[in-house]
């Protein structure tokens, strides 16, 4: 099967040892047989088998609202609701202790993880932001979200907005024009690796059915000791952090005691699971003793189901998956793993991370086998959108990264992208210079211009040779791109040829591989200041993004709430002059 080959390639080279496990793979399941599914090929976009009036339900998950359904184009349609809903946030410094150790912690609402966001398909999403911290900003970015014609929403400190200083309240509004999970998390420097992390369920139609839908199941690799204090021993040295732990759900055993996160089964019932990594540095690999994954869909687009015994998510990725309730009434454990030899940075409890599947009634443990985790940093292959897209086979632009550690004496590490570590002023955040008519961006913003309408754009990230080989979960807002190619450890050739254009993986977050590359493309269909960046927080703190300013013409005309620049940017100014006269951590982007 070549998606195997290719997989184990990346894997051999990225790693010396040899793996016990199969890579997890599946074939394309054939549709369910409940609901009319039909497969659709490249020239057909029209919607099929869904009767107006159709309701979603057990039986029927392809169906929606409004004449919407599986098969309406989300990237150009969705249901205007008309409904809003609302949550306040207030953002607190307290003590908890999520898997038994006590730590200072950076919590929405005093919960950790914050409150769920729940909303349907094409109704807005408003949220009122306070910051109830002494001594940082905060902004939030509601990850995956296009937000087309809001950028000024996308939460980023120094690029959409200045940060919301302490004692500052400020709102957040955009539409869900798409669905599925996903989660929001602060964007300023490695604030949200202290807790300021939720989830979000936009309910919408689905490739497979289900009877229950069960929510979020968040993952994350934990530290503890404050992640500004990691972060700063991480600028000053080679060699990734130790995490702690993995948090699931929120909860975990340590030492110090922490519990096991409880995931309950109805037993024969289907039930949605949305597995999401809202960590840090490690890639989270998934399996649940005695079950399978129907896998549906990857971050917010929906792909024809397939199976999988395992899965991989790197930082910022989810997958939404079916599982069956079908085995023997006990209780399974959920395995999880991190990547591992050194590709993610180890993670002192790698070993003992679980959680547990509990079947209603259940008195025993299953004896089922134990579930081997592949680990390894890498993403699932074989995946196919279930919206048909043929991209045009066009030569990409090259980014490269590199990789230095120096200012003598400081031992200074900063990652590059063509020579530059990316460093934003929060005091002017680039939607403000384009408001204001500036188009000086100092070169350490990495700024890069996009600027024909609708055209689609193409960049290959290149790891440099001499960047230590390490993948790099690569995030770009505002859009999802299309993965043409990726390969570890291999220069690109310029050979066009090699790129997938036949409906190629379409995502928010993917992949760089070790000493190697990605392809992506999007079609520059939203004007705004976007940011692309590694989604390791320790990574873009030292300088690993840059941002599109894509048909910047036009941005002035969309923006609706230019006023956040006034308000906002008088009281951060206020507040750094007071607090940071000198600045903050050397060699911290901000982002
Ligand atoms: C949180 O509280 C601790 C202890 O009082 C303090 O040192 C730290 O600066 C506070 N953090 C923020 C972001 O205000
Ligand atoms: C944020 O607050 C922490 C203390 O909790 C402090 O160490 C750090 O320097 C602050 N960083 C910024 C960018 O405000
Ligand atoms: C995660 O934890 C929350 C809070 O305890 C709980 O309501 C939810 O059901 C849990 N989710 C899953 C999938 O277990
Ligand atoms: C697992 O337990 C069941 C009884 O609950 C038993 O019938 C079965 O043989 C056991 N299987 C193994 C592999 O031990
Ligand atoms: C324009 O923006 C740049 C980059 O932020 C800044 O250095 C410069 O001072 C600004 N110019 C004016 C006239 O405000
Ligand atoms: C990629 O190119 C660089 C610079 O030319 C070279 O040093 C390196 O060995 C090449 N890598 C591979 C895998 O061919
Ligand atoms: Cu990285």
């Given at each position: 099967?070549?998606?195997?080959?290719?997989?184990?390639?990346?894997?051999?080279?990225?790693?010396?040892?040899?793996?016990?496990?199969?890579?997890?793979?599946?074939?394309?399941?054939?549709?369910?047989?409940?609901?009319?599914?039909?497969?659709?090929?490249?020239?057909?976009?029209?919607?099929?088998?869904?009767?107006?009036?159709?309701?979603?339900?057990?039986?029927?998950?392809?169906?929606?609202?409004?004449?919407?359904?599986?098969?309406?184009?989300?990237?150009?349609?969705?249901?205007?609701?008309?409904?809003?809903?609302?949550?306040?946030?207030?953002?607190?410094?307290?003590?908890?202790?999520?898997?038994?150790?006590?730590?200072?912690?950076?919590?929405?609402?005093?919960?950790?993880?914050?409150?769920?966001?729940?909303?349907?398909?094409?109704?807005?999403?408003?949220?009122?932001?306070?910051?109830?911290?002494?001594?940082?900003?905060?902004?939030?970015?509601?990850?995956?979200?296009?937000?087309?014609?809001?950028?000024?929403?996308?939460?980023?400190g120094g690029?959409?907005?200045?940060?919301?200083?302490?004692?500052?309240?400020?709102?957040?509004?955009?539409?869900?024009?798409?669905?599925?999970?996903?989660?929001?998390?602060?964007?300023y420097s490695v604030q949200?690796?202290?807790?300021?992390?939720?989830?979000?369920?936009?309910?919408?139609?689905?490739?497979?059915?289900?009877?229950?839908?069960?929510?979020?199941?968040?993952?994350?690799?934990?530290?503890?000791?404050?992640?500004f204090?990691?972060n700063a021993?991480a600028l000053h040295?080679?060699?990734?952090?130790?995490?702690?732990?993995?948090?699931?759900?929120?909860?975990?055993?340590?030492?110090?005691?922490?519990?096991?996160?409880?995931?309950?089964?109805?037993?024969?019932?289907?039930?949605?699971?949305?597995?999401?990594?809202?960590?840090?540095?490690?890639?989270?690999?998934?399996?649940?003793?005695?079950?399978?994954?129907?896998?549906?869909?990857?971050?917010?687009?929906?792909?024809?189901?397939?199976?999988?015994?395992?899965?991989?998510?790197?930082?910022?990725?989810?997958?939404?998956?079916?599982?069956?309730?079908?085995?023997?009434?006990?209780?399974?454990?959920?395995?999880?793993?991190?990547?591992?030899?050194?590709?993610?940075?180890?993670?002192?409890?790698?070993?003992?991370?679980?959680?547990?599947?509990?079947?209603?009634?259940?008195?025993?443990?299953?004896?089922?086998?134990?579930?081997?985790?592949?680990?390894?940093?890498?993403?699932?292959?074989?995946?196919?959108?279930?919206?048909?897209?043929?991209?045009?086979?066009?030569?990409?632009?090259?980014?490269?990264?590199?990789?230095?550690?120096?200012?003598?004496?400081?031992?200074l590490v900063q990652?590059?992208?063509?020579?530059?570590p990316i460093l934003v002023?929060f005091?002017?955040?680039?939607?403000?210079?384009?408001?204001?008519?500036?188009?000086?961006?100092?070169?350490?913003?990495?700024?890069?211009?996009?600027?024909?309408?609708?055209?689609?754009?193409?960049?290959?990230?290149?790891?440099?040779?001499?960047?230590?080989?390490?993948?790099?979960?690569?995030?770009?807002?505002?859009?999802?791109?299309?993965?043409?190619?990726?390969?570890?450890?291999?220069?690109?050739?310029?050979?066009?040829?090699?790129?997938?254009?036949?409906?190629?993986?379409?995502?928010?977050?993917?992949?760089?591989?070790?000493?190697?590359?990605?392809?992506?493309?999007?079609?520059?269909?939203?004007?705004?200041?976007?940011?692309?960046?590694?989604?390791?927080p320790f990574?873009v703190s030292a300088g690993?993004?840059?941002?599109?300013?894509?048909?910047?013409?036009?941005?002035?005309?969309?923006?609706?709430?230019?006023?956040?620049?006034?308000?906002?940017?008088?009281?951060?100014?206020?507040?750094?002059?007071?607090?940071y006269?000198?600045g903050f951590e050397l060699g911290d982007s901000g982002l």
């Amino acid at each position: 099967m070549a998606f195997f080959a290719k997989a184990c390639v990346v894997l051999t080279i990225l790693h010396s040892f040899v793996f016990a496990a199969a890579v997890p793979s599946g074939p394309i399941l054939p549709r369910t047989p409940d609901v009319p599914w039909k497969s659709r090929g490249l020239s057909s976009r029209k919607p099929q088998g869904y009767p107006t009036g159709c309701t979603n339900g057990p039986k029927s998950r392809g169906c929606w609202v409004d004449g919407t359904s599986i098969d309406t184009d989300f990237h150009r349609q969705w249901p205007n609701t008309g409904k809003t809903v609302t949550y306040d946030f207030e953002i607190t410094n307290t003590t908890m202790a999520p898997d038994g150790v006590e730590r200072l912690m950076l919590v929405i609402n005093g919960q950790y993880p914050g409150p769920t966001i729940e909303a349907d398909w094409g109704d807005y999403i408003k949220v009122n932001v306070k910051n109830s911290l002494e001594l940082n900003g905060t902004g939030i970015h509601w990850h995956g979200f296009r937000q087309v014609g809001t950028n000024e929403m996308d939460g980023v400190g120094g690029i959409t907005e200045c940060p919301i200083a302490p004692g500052e309240t400020r709102t957040y509004e955009f539409q869900a024009i798409q669905y599925g999970s996903s989660w929001y998390h602060s964007h300023y420097s490695v604030q949200y690796g202290d807790g300021i992390v939720g989830g979000i369920v936009i309910h919408g139609p689905a490739t497979a059915n289900y009877d229950i839908d069960l929510g979020l199941l968040p993952f994350t690799d934990w530290f503890h000791t404050p992640i500004f204090t990691v972060n700063a021993a991480a600028l000053h040295a080679t060699g990734p952090p130790i995490a702690d732990n993995v948090l699931v759900n929120g909860t975990m055993t340590s030492g110090s005691g922490g519990s096991y996160a409880v995931t309950n089964l109805q037993p024969g019932k289907k039930h949605l699971l949305r597995l999401v990594n809202t960590g840090i540095n490690n890639w989270i690999h998934v399996g649940l003793q005695g079950h399978e994954f129907t896998v549906i869909a990857a971050d917010f687009v929906p792909i024809e189901p397939f199976t999988a015994s395992t899965l991989s998510l790197s930082v910022g990725q989810r997958y939404d998956v079916i599982i069956d309730a079908s085995q023997p009434v006990n209780d399974y454990w959920l395995y999880v793993g991190v990547g591992g030899n050194r590709c993610d940075g180890p993670n002192t409890n790698a070993a003992n991370i679980r959680s547990i599947f509990h079947y209603e009634g259940a008195k025993h443990q299953s004896n089922a086998s134990a579930v081997t985790l592949p680990g390894g940093c890498y993403d699932e292959e074989g995946i196919v959108p279930y919206h048909k897209n043929t991209v045009p086979r066009k030569v990409p632009k090259e980014l490269n990264t590199g990789f230095t550690t120096t200012a003598a004496g400081t031992n200074l590490v900063q990652w590059l992208i063509n020579g530059e570590p990316i460093l934003v002023d929060f005091t002017r955040p680039t939607l403000k210079n384009v408001i204001d008519g500036n188009d000086t961006f100092n070169t350490k913003e990495n700024l890069f211009t996009v600027g024909d309408k609708n055209e689609w754009q193409y960049w290959v990230i290149q790891q440099d040779s001499t960047t230590p080989p390490l993948p790099h979960p690569i995030h770009l807002h505002g859009h999802d791109f299309f993965v043409l190619d990726h390969a570890a450890n291999a220069n690109w050739t310029g050979d066009i040829s090699r790129l997938k254009m036949d409906n190629p993986v379409r995502r928010d977050t993917a992949t760089l591989p070790a000493r190697g590359y990605l392809v992506l493309a999007f079609e520059s269909d939203n004007p705004g200041a976007w940011l692309m960046h590694c989604h390791i927080p320790f990574h873009v703190s030292a300088g690993f993004g840059l941002q599109f300013l894509e048909r910047v013409d036009e941005i002035p005309g969309i923006l609706k709430h230019t006023e956040i620049f006034e308000d906002q940017c008088a009281s951060w100014k206020d507040f750094q002059t007071e607090f940071y006269p000198n600045g903050f951590e050397l060699g911290d982007s901000g982002l």
